[in-house]
Protein backbone atom coordinates (compact mmCIF):
# COMPACT_ATOMS: atom_id res chain seq x y z
CA UNK A 1 0.00 0.00 0.00
CA UNK A 2 1.54 3.38 -0.92
CA UNK A 3 1.81 6.17 2.16
CA UNK A 4 0.98 9.39 1.47
CA UNK A 5 1.61 12.61 3.25
CA UNK A 6 -2.05 14.55 3.07
CA UNK A 7 -1.38 17.70 0.99
CA UNK A 8 -3.67 20.25 0.80
CA UNK A 9 -6.47 18.40 2.08
CA UNK A 10 -7.00 16.86 -1.12
CA UNK A 11 -6.32 13.27 0.57
CA UNK A 12 -8.88 12.65 3.89
CA UNK A 13 -10.56 15.98 4.98
CA UNK A 14 -12.79 17.35 2.25
CA UNK A 15 -13.26 20.09 4.53
CA UNK A 16 -11.15 21.91 7.17
CA UNK A 17 -13.21 20.97 9.86
CA UNK A 18 -13.13 17.35 9.48
CA UNK A 19 -11.83 15.05 12.17
CA UNK A 20 -11.47 11.74 12.37
CA UNK A 21 -9.53 8.55 14.45
CA UNK A 22 -7.95 7.84 11.74
CA UNK A 23 -7.54 8.64 7.65
CA UNK A 24 -6.71 6.16 5.31
CA UNK A 25 -3.79 6.82 3.49
CA UNK A 26 -2.46 9.45 6.37
CA UNK A 27 0.99 8.65 7.06
CA UNK A 28 1.04 10.28 10.34
CA UNK A 29 -2.16 8.23 11.31
CA UNK A 30 -0.14 4.62 10.49
CA UNK A 31 2.31 5.89 13.31
CA UNK A 32 -0.13 7.36 15.87
CA UNK A 33 -1.98 3.91 15.53
CA UNK A 34 1.56 2.33 15.10
CA UNK A 35 0.82 0.51 12.02
CA UNK A 36 2.67 -2.85 10.62
CA UNK A 37 3.92 -0.80 7.88
CA UNK A 38 5.14 1.54 9.94
CA UNK A 39 8.82 1.71 11.01
CA UNK A 40 8.80 4.93 12.98
CA UNK A 41 10.40 5.08 16.44
CA UNK A 42 8.06 6.45 19.20
CA UNK A 43 9.37 8.35 21.78
CA UNK A 44 6.51 9.03 23.54
CA UNK A 45 3.24 7.60 23.87
CA UNK A 46 -0.35 7.58 25.77
CA UNK A 47 -3.84 7.58 24.87
CA UNK A 48 -4.08 10.96 23.44
CA UNK A 49 -0.68 11.50 21.01
CA UNK A 50 2.76 9.86 19.85
CA UNK A 51 6.01 11.66 19.51
CA UNK A 52 9.01 10.96 17.48
CA UNK A 53 12.25 12.45 15.69
CA UNK A 54 11.28 14.65 12.53
CA UNK A 55 12.93 12.81 9.34
CA UNK A 56 14.11 15.59 7.79
CA UNK A 57 15.58 18.12 11.03
CA UNK A 58 16.05 21.57 10.75
CA UNK A 59 17.86 21.86 14.02
CA UNK A 60 19.60 20.46 16.73
CA UNK A 61 16.69 18.45 17.94
CA UNK A 62 13.85 18.29 16.03
CA UNK A 63 11.13 16.14 17.22
CA UNK A 64 7.33 15.83 16.65
CA UNK A 65 3.94 15.35 18.50
CA UNK A 66 0.76 14.21 17.02
CA UNK A 67 -2.11 13.31 18.17
CA UNK A 68 -3.47 10.23 17.52
CA UNK A 69 -7.26 11.00 16.46
CA UNK A 70 -7.08 12.74 12.68
CA UNK A 71 -7.18 16.36 13.13
CA UNK A 72 -6.27 18.19 9.64
CA UNK A 73 -4.51 21.35 10.80
CA UNK A 74 -4.11 24.23 13.37
CA UNK A 75 -7.62 25.98 11.41
CA UNK A 76 -9.16 22.89 12.67
CA UNK A 77 -9.12 23.89 16.18
CA UNK A 78 -11.86 25.24 18.12
CA UNK A 79 -12.03 27.02 21.21
CA UNK A 80 -13.06 23.97 23.70
CA UNK A 81 -11.88 22.93 26.53
CA UNK A 82 -10.72 19.84 24.41
CA UNK A 83 -8.63 21.58 22.06
CA UNK A 84 -6.79 23.40 24.17
CA UNK A 85 -6.08 20.55 26.91
CA UNK A 86 -4.89 18.42 23.44
CA UNK A 87 -2.57 21.23 22.22
CA UNK A 88 -1.63 22.03 26.18
CA UNK A 89 -0.61 18.10 26.29
CA UNK A 90 1.05 18.04 22.99
CA UNK A 91 3.78 20.91 24.00
CA UNK A 92 3.66 19.66 27.92
CA UNK A 93 5.16 16.79 26.26
CA UNK A 94 7.44 18.36 23.49
CA UNK A 95 9.15 20.14 26.13
CA UNK A 96 9.70 17.75 28.43
CA UNK A 97 11.10 15.63 25.55
CA UNK A 98 13.72 18.11 24.71
CA UNK A 99 14.40 18.91 28.45
CA UNK A 100 15.32 16.13 28.88
CA UNK A 101 17.31 15.47 25.18
CA UNK A 102 18.46 18.72 24.72
CA UNK A 103 18.91 20.72 28.47
CA UNK A 104 21.31 22.45 27.34
CA UNK A 105 20.59 24.05 23.74
CA UNK A 106 20.18 27.45 22.74
CA UNK A 107 16.36 28.46 22.73
CA UNK A 108 13.79 25.44 22.40
CA UNK A 109 10.66 26.27 20.23
CA UNK A 110 7.31 25.09 19.43
CA UNK A 111 5.07 25.90 16.84
CA UNK A 112 2.87 24.75 13.81
CA UNK A 113 2.74 25.61 10.33
CA UNK A 114 -0.15 27.45 8.83
CA UNK A 115 -2.14 26.20 6.01
CA UNK A 116 -0.86 26.42 2.66
CA UNK A 117 2.58 26.57 4.24
CA UNK A 118 2.14 22.34 6.06
CA UNK A 119 3.81 19.73 4.50
CA UNK A 120 1.37 16.92 6.27
CA UNK A 121 -2.45 17.81 6.80
CA UNK A 122 -2.57 15.84 10.06
CA UNK A 123 -1.87 18.39 13.06
CA UNK A 124 1.70 18.44 14.38
CA UNK A 125 3.69 20.69 16.70
CA UNK A 126 6.99 21.21 15.84
CA UNK A 127 9.50 20.98 18.91
CA UNK A 128 12.74 22.78 17.48
CA UNK A 129 16.19 22.51 20.36
CA UNK A 130 17.88 25.00 18.37
CA UNK A 131 20.72 26.25 16.99
CA UNK A 132 18.81 25.65 13.64
CA UNK A 133 20.98 23.25 11.51
CA UNK A 134 22.21 24.41 8.55
CA UNK A 135 21.07 28.24 10.15
CA UNK A 136 18.79 29.26 7.00
CA UNK A 137 16.26 26.48 8.21
CA UNK A 138 14.49 28.81 10.55
CA UNK A 139 13.08 30.60 7.68
CA UNK A 140 10.30 27.78 8.28
CA UNK A 141 9.98 28.61 11.10
CA UNK A 142 9.46 32.36 11.33
CA UNK A 143 5.85 33.91 11.25
CA UNK A 144 4.65 35.61 8.17
CA UNK A 145 2.05 37.75 9.23
CA UNK A 146 -1.07 37.39 7.53
CA UNK A 147 0.30 35.34 5.40
CA UNK A 148 0.59 32.47 7.93
CA UNK A 149 3.49 30.26 8.47
CA UNK A 150 4.90 29.55 11.13
CA UNK A 151 2.54 29.97 14.28
CA UNK A 152 3.73 29.41 17.86
CA UNK A 153 1.85 27.21 20.40
CA UNK A 154 0.98 30.23 22.81
CA UNK A 155 -0.15 31.89 20.02
CA UNK A 156 -2.54 28.82 18.96
CA UNK A 157 -3.33 28.56 22.58
CA UNK A 158 -3.96 31.98 23.25
CA UNK A 159 -6.09 31.77 20.25
CA UNK A 160 -8.53 28.62 21.00
CA UNK A 161 -8.76 29.28 24.70
CA UNK A 162 -12.01 28.51 25.75
CA UNK A 163 -14.12 31.62 27.16
CA UNK A 164 -14.96 31.42 30.99
CA UNK A 165 -18.68 30.09 31.78
CA UNK A 166 -20.78 32.28 33.02
CA UNK A 167 -23.13 31.09 35.89
CA UNK A 168 -26.26 32.72 37.17
Given at each position: MRKTFCFGGSCVAKRMSERAPMADGCVFCDIARRAPTSTTALLYSDDKVVAFRDINPSAFRHYLVIPIDHIPTVNSLR??????????????????????DAPNSEEHRFGFHQPPFNSVDHLHLHCLALPFMPSWRQVKYTPLGPLGGFIEAEKILERIKPEAEVYS
Open positions: KTKDDHQLVSHMVKVGKDLLNQ
